[in-house]
């Protein structure tokens, strides 16, 4: 794509089909922003990009299906065939007439460079659905078992001190309420509204406080917290002495060793939607 954009000073009507899982349309994401960064603002407008999942329930072509019949019935096609049966998807692509613009988000994230934690750097990438944080393991029993209480205590390495900020919209006027959260997480994703309010995230977390020292010489239990909510924005950062970084996933792609991030509806640049085709 780079050097596609590279070598044209002038484009009209590039098609784009992705076949692939749902990280893949992250994996396009980045080198689309990338090579029309120095690119006037009128580029996007001569791209269509189409979805075609090999994964079921991908949020985002979900999301395409609401709006074009004729896509749900394409994503019903690939459910029950062989995606490498194009003949379907084909003709699809020779429907589509209009386009939907999905906006394009923004994450701020510090990472450890060379093993070292004083040697981090700072960089920013464009996502379309969703970041989340995720210590549980396969096959930990406590890690599954998020609502026990009785459990929220046996699993501390798969748990991490956070500090959490957000702000709650308030639904009468158009102010906001600052939130902020500090305890031991156990999973913590931020998604968005495609279908009702692409502008905001819905917070989902399981966390618990800290013990207080009171608490500690009694032996006292801390309940397992669960927080949803509807955001504009978000930040969290990594408070842990023993464990200072995590993975994020975005859009499904890891990343390790983040210290924390940043999380904005709007792209820093001027590219700020992602053109999807559709059929009227």
């Known amino acids: 794509m780079q050097k596609f954009v590279t070598r044209h000073s002038i484009i009209s009507n590039v098609n784009l089909t992705i076949i692939g899982d749902f990280p893949s349309i992250h994996m396009v994401l980045k080198p689309l922003t990338d090579s029309l960064s120095n690119k006037g603002a009128e580029w ?11 994964d079921r ?8 299906s609401k709006l074009d019949a004729a896509y749900l019935q394409v994503l019903e096609y690939i459910n029950n065939n062989d995606v490498t049966d194009l003949t379907r998807l084909v003709s699809y692509q020779a429907e589509v007439n209009s386009m939907t613009p999905i906006s394009i988000c923004r994450v701020l994230l510090t990472q450890i460079t060379n093993n070292d934690q004083n040697d981090t750097k700072q960089f920013e ?28 205590e046996k699993c501390k ?35 968005r509204e495609l279908c009702q309010s692409p502008d905001s995230f819905v917070v989902s977390a399981s966390y ?57 509806p709007i792209w820093s640049q001027h590219l700020k939607y992602l053109p999807v085709s559709i059929k009227e």
Request: with cysteine; net charge neutral; proline share 5%.
């Open 125 to 152: 990438l464009p996502f379309i659905y969703s970041v989340s944080i995720s210590l549980k393991k396969e096959g930990c029993t406590f890690c599954d078992a998020v609502d026990s209480n009785d459990d929220a």
């Open 44 to 54: 996007i407008e001569n791209f269509r990009f189409i979805f075609f999942p090999t």
């Open 208 to 264: 618990r406080e800290k013990k207080p020292k009171v608490a500690l010489k009694l032996n006292k239990k801390c309940d397992l917290i669960n927080v949803s909510c509807t955001v504009n924005n978000f930040s969290c950062m990594a408070k842990s002495s023993t464990l200072s970084s995590f993975s994020v996933f975005i859009d499904g792609v890891e990343l390790p060793n983040i210290t924390s991030f940043f999380l904005s």
């Open 57 to 64: 329930n991908n949020p985002v072509c979900m999301y395409v």
């Open 157 to 191: 390495d798969h748990e991490i001190d956070l500090l959490v900020d957000y702000s709650v919209p308030n639904r009468k006027d158009a102010s906001t309420k600052p939130v902020q959260l500090k305890g031991i997480f156990r999973h913590c994703t931020v998604q």
